[in-house]
């Protein structure tokens, strides 16, 4: 009885060693998951900068009325140029308003303005801009 004793001892430190090494290793990858999506996040607001976004023709469309599915986005920049639907900011990305954009300024090139809105794919549809 005492060696069956000892022996489920044995078995139940070793159970306990290698739970304890799953869980460490559920815990890196869980910390490398954390990683891997604040660079994904940083990428996608960073968009595409070395592809010029303007040549051909503007097919930015304001879809700020719309916001509800796509992650936010604020911040202060300085507008680099002004297209047909909106501006291209000294970010990379396309800033676009409408009609549900608070907006009581004229925006022009090389203005510093402050935007609130919602990005999705490099284009951030405003839903309120002001002038610096």
């Not at 489920?8 to 090494?21: C, E, H, M, R, S």
């Not at 910390?31 to 940083?42: F, G, L, Q, Y």
């Not at 023709?57 to 796509?70: D, L, P, R």
Request: proline letters at 1%; charged letters at 10%; hydrophobic letters at 40%.
């Amino acid at each position: 009885m005492r060696g069956q004793g000892n022996q489920a001892k044995t078995d139940l430190g070793i159970a306990n060693f290698n739970l304890n090494q799953a869980l460490n290793t559920l815990y890196v990858a869980q910390a490398a998951k954390a990683a891997s999506d604040k660079a994904t996040a940083i990428a996608f607001a960073q968009g595409a900068a070395s592809i010029d976004i303007l040549k051909g023709e503007s097919t930015y469309v304001f879809q700020g009325c719309n916001q509800q599915v796509y992650p936010s986005i604020s911040g202060t920049v300085a507008v680099s140029t002004l297209i047909a639907s909106g501006a291209k900011l000294n970010s990379g990305h396309i800033l676009t308003w409408g009609d549900c954009t608070d907006k009581a300024v004229t925006v022009g090139a090389n203005d510093v303005v402050t935007f609130v809105g919602t990005i999705r794919n490099g284009v951030i549809s405003a839903t309120s801009i002001t002038k610096q």
